[in-house]
């Protein structure tokens, strides 16, 4: 999502697109101006913009849902396969987590409804010509909702139904079960949706069979990866034996730590003991690729908002530090004096260690 940039605010959340949604809309009004000059480019284009416009209101039923419940909605982004909400968290009690899917394609039937309402001729015909300008702009509209609800009860975890599913299951099972369960039948419908794109030159379903698949791992590794945190405290995965620069170190310093260890981050601490940053690999061997002079410090390229938490707390609440973009988290006294720190990449040591 580094690619995303935003267009403001809008009921709390920001609203994102990411570039290549740009390249799916070149790509749109560029054909349709080759079958039917400009007159179709401009017809097309907005009609892929009002579908867009369809699918943000999808996502905003996810979101001003989960709200409900206490749960933010950071910020929602545009791609060519849909829309996207990055909620801060999913709701754990089953009934709440069907409530919350439900509301993306309960709005997509909203708009269909209304639009049947209005007299918009919405024969399922329709959906067969959608690509055509046979039928009219809000006839199209109307049945690609219609078809955009149905889509997104498909069983293909995360998509809506996948979490209906996982949600129905977790009332008779762990929710770690359920997630497994509910992710294999995504990567299963995910290979469906990827041979089915194959055979029939679709791109776009190739693509959506691609972030299905990958996304259902990614979640079910993150839902047991919590299980697990629930139980631990922050001083059972922190780092403790870890080398350290300090304010007058410089680049070059910092460089010699890198090739000496196997550390990816480097805490910078005062006199005291005192967490001033981190420096990350990623920053020195950018600094460096630019020919920035080794002998400037490494204050200078060093990240400083890195969360601090006691001893005493729970690994989770680290590992939503982790999600947000922090390097580490680091783990202080009572007085502010570091003692270790926890990444990522222990977390998911401590994972394997675990058994999970």
Same mark, same amino acid.
């Given at each position: 999502?580094?690619?995303?940039? /935003? %267009?403001?605010?809008?009921?709390?959340?920001?609203?994102?697109?990411?570039?290549? #949604?740009?390249?799916?809309? $070149?790509?749109?009004?560029?054909?349709?101006?080759?079958?039917?000059?400009?007159?179709?480019?401009?017809?097309?284009?907005?009609?892929?913009?009002?579908?867009?416009?369809?699918?943000?209101?999808?996502?905003?039923?996810?979101?001003?849902?989960?709200?409900?419940?206490?749960?933010?909605?950071?910020?929602?982004?545009? *791609?060519?396969?849909? $829309?996207?909400?990055?909620?801060?968290?999913?709701? +754990?009690?089953?009934?709440?987590?069907? @409530?919350?899917?439900?509301?993306?394609?309960?709005?997509?039937? =909203?708009?269909?409804? @209304?639009?049947? %309402?209005?007299?918009? !001729?919405?024969?399922?015909?329709?959906?067969?010509?959608?690509?055509?300008?046979?039928?009219?702009?809000?006839?199209?509209?109307?049945?690609?909702?219609?078809?955009?609800?149905? #889509?997104?009860?498909?069983?293909?975890?995360?998509?809506?139904?996948?979490?209906? %599913?996982?949600?129905?299951?977790?009332?008779?099972?762990?929710?770690?079960?359920?997630?497994?369960?509910?992710?294999?039948?995504?990567?299963?419908?995910?290979?469906?949706?990827?041979? =089915? $794109?194959?055979?029939?030159?679709?791109?776009?379903?190739? *693509?959506?069979?691609? #972030? &299905?698949?990958?996304?259902?791992?990614? +979640?079910?590794? !993150?839902?047991?990866?919590?299980?697990?945190?629930?139980? *631990?405290?922050?001083?059972?995965?922190?780092?403790?034996?870890?080398?350290?620069?300090?304010?007058?170190?410089?680049?070059?310093?910092?460089?010699?730590?890198?090739?000496?260890?196997?550390?990816?981050?480097?805490?910078?601490? !005062?006199?005291?003991?005192?967490?001033?940053?981190? @420096?990350?690999?990623?920053?020195?061997?950018?600094?460096?690729?630019?020919?920035?002079?080794?002998?400037?410090?490494?204050?200078? &390229?060093?990240?400083?908002?890195?969360?601090?938490?006691?001893?005493? /707390?729970?690994?989770?609440? &680290?590992?939503?530090?982790?999600?947000?973009?922090?390097?580490?988290?680091?783990?202080?006294?009572?007085?502010?004096?570091?003692?270790?720190?926890?990444?990522?990449?222990? &977390?998911?040591?401590?994972?394997?260690?675990?058994?999970?």
């Amino acid at each position: 999502m580094t690619w995303s940039f /935003s %267009l403001g605010r809008l009921f709390g959340s920001e609203l994102k697109v990411h570039v290549t #949604f740009f390249l799916l809309i $070149g790509w749109i009004g560029i054909s349709a101006y080759q079958m039917g000059g400009w007159p179709s480019a401009v017809e097309n284009t907005g009609f892929v913009l009002a579908l867009f416009a369809c699918v943000v209101a999808h996502e905003y039923g996810h979101a001003l849902t989960a709200r409900r419940y206490g749960i933010r909605t950071p910020d929602i982004t545009l *791609l060519p396969i849909g $829309g996207l909400a990055r909620l801060d968290r999913m709701p +754990e009690r089953p009934g709440q987590e069907i @409530v919350v899917a439900l509301a993306g394609p309960a709005v997509n039937v =909203a708009i269909w409804i @209304v639009l049947t %309402l209005l007299g918009v !001729d919405t024969r399922l015909e329709t959906l067969t010509s959608i690509d055509s300008a046979e039928p009219d702009f809000l006839s199209r509209l109307a049945m690609v909702n219609l078809f955009l609800a149905v #889509f997104n009860m498909i069983p293909a975890f995360p998509m809506d139904g996948g979490r209906v %599913l996982r949600a129905a299951l977790s009332l008779t099972m762990d929710r770690v079960r359920a997630t497994r369960i509910a992710a294999a039948a995504g990567q299963l419908v995910a290979l469906l949706f990827g041979f =089915a $794109g194959l055979s029939g030159g679709n791109p776009v379903l190739v *693509l959506i069979a691609v #972030f &299905v698949f990958i996304a259902a791992n990614a +979640e079910a590794q !993150d839902v047991a990866m919590r299980a697990v945190t629930r139980r *631990l405290l922050a001083r059972d995965a922190m780092i403790t034996r870890f080398e350290t620069l300090g304010p007058t170190d410089t680049l070059a310093t910092a460089a010699q730590a890198v090739l000496h260890t196997t550390q990816h981050e480097f805490p910078v601490l !005062d006199g005291d003991g005192q967490l001033l940053g981190f @420096v990350t690999r990623a920053r020195l061997f950018a600094a460096l690729a630019s020919d920035h002079p080794r002998s400037d410090s490494a204050e200078t &390229v060093m990240e400083r908002d890195i969360p601090q938490v006691p001893l005493s /707390s729970g690994l989770e609440t &680290v590992l939503d530090a982790l999600y947000k973009g922090a390097p580490a988290v680091a783990v202080t006294t009572s007085e502010g004096r570091m003692l270790g720190y926890v990444t990522r990449e222990n &977390v998911g040591e401590l994972m394997v260690i675990q058994g999970r």
